[in-house]
């Protein structure tokens, strides 16, 4: 099986834009969650889908968002990029219902840079 | 504070060597996963527990609910488990995954 698949892998760009990262889960598993990784903050939760739905958040503002698509590939937003957004974005999908509760599996990542 | 404390925040050892890393929470869990990050930041998932033991090759999790900790154990330690180690716990209510900082293990051959 193929494993979770970020897209893209690097990505730079400029204050006050927004960027759409992607991600596409290992065939079967409909749970997709998204995290941050910052040298400072660390790995942070950022949001998790189940079949569509929006499951879980974490304590991000709204310029972050995301949705998940019928095929349970994920997208995620950012809107209004600031300095800080500067990250390792972090997908992982997991299988049966999904969340914490299972073994996550995570893609490679987009290193995203805001200049 | 911190809800999630990892100890120590870096570690050297030589090949071999028996390894052990902390971690402590403050929030009540109902799960604790360890993750291992090798650079280029690909992360696997490495146990899943919340309770009593597990073990898998050379490495070993424990989790004592009771006292809110956690440690993983490395046995015959080996280059290639440099990595950094990572530590996050679920909430009771199952809806945020909180990490700890890492613990940036290298092993010298």
């Known amino acids: 099986k193929a494993g979770v698949t970020q897209t893209p892998r690097y990505l730079i760009k400029t204050r006050g834009q927004q960027v759409t990262l992607s991600c596409s889960p290992i065939s079967g598993h409909r749970s997709v969650s998204w995290y941050q990784q910052t040298p400072g903050q660390g790995l942070q939760f950022l949001f998790e889908?189940?079949?569509?739905?929006?499951?879980n958040k974490g304590n991000f503002p709204g310029r972050f968002s995301g949705r998940q698509f019928s095929n349970s590939r994920s997208e995620m937003n950012v809107s209004t990029l600031e300095l800080g957004d500067s990250a390792l974005y972090l997908c992982a999908s997991s299988p049966g219902t999904g969340g914490f509760y299972n073994e996550q599996f995570f893609g490679p990542g987009t290193r995203l840079t805001v200049l | 504070k911190n809800e999630v404390e990892q100890s120590p925040q870096n570690l050297t050892a030589q090949e071999g060597e028996f390894i052990t890393i902390n971690c402590s929470y403050s929030v009540g869990i109902s799960a604790l996963h360890w993750l291992q990050q090798h650079p280029g930041g690909g992360i696997v998932s490495l146990f899943m527990?919340?309770?009593g033991k597990k073990k898998h090759g050379r490495l070993i999790a424990t989790i004592n609910i009771q006292e809110k900790h956690s440690s993983l154990h490395i046995t015959a330690s080996h280059p290639r488990d440099s990595a950094v180690y990572i530590c996050a716990v679920h909430n009771n209510a199952g809806n945020m995954l909180t990490f700890g900082g890492g613990t940036r293990l290298m092993v010298k051959p």
């Open positions: 889908y189940f079949s569509e739905t929006q499951r």
């Open positions: 527990l919340s309770s």
